[in-house]
């Protein structure tokens, strides 16, 4: 099992950029598959990036070419750096690990607005 806490939301101004962090505990990070799901109120929650643990990433159409994902493993932590947010990035973003079973954290709200 692991568990996963995010950090790295805010309020930033569309063009603006976010790096969000989560971080691993409980279990050996290196044989996850990483990801980052968003849900906007209302809505339900979607890919917005994966990384699996050979390194394979994999992004939603809406990110590609705007936001990164990447892990470092010695740090138990994976990464999305965001750049030239839009409102419609507005969102809480969750960090999921998945080998069998998904794990969740409990969010980073992120938005973005003038």
């Known amino acids: 099992q692991v568990q996963l806490v995010e950090s790295g939301g805010g309020l930033v101004q569309p063009g603006g950029s976010l790096r969000l962090s989560c971080v691993a505990s409980?279990?050996?990070?290196?044989?996850?598959?990483m990801g980052w799901y968003r849900q906007a109120p209302g809505q339900q929650r979607e890919l917005v990036a994966r990384?699996?643990?050979?390194?394979?990433?994999v992004y939603a159409d809406s990110v590609r070419g705007r936001f990164t994902i990447s892990r470092e493993n010695a740090k138990n932590t994976v990464y999305l750096q965001m750049r030239s947010l839009k409102p419609e990035d507005t969102a809480v973003y969750y960090c999921?690990?998945?080998?069998?079973?998904?794990?969740w954290g409990q969010g980073t709200q992120v938005t973005v607005s003038s």
């Open positions: 990384i699996s643990e050979e390194g394979i990433t």
């Open positions: 409980g279990s050996i990070f290196s044989i996850y598959r």
């Open positions: 999921n690990a998945e080998r069998g079973s998904q794990y």
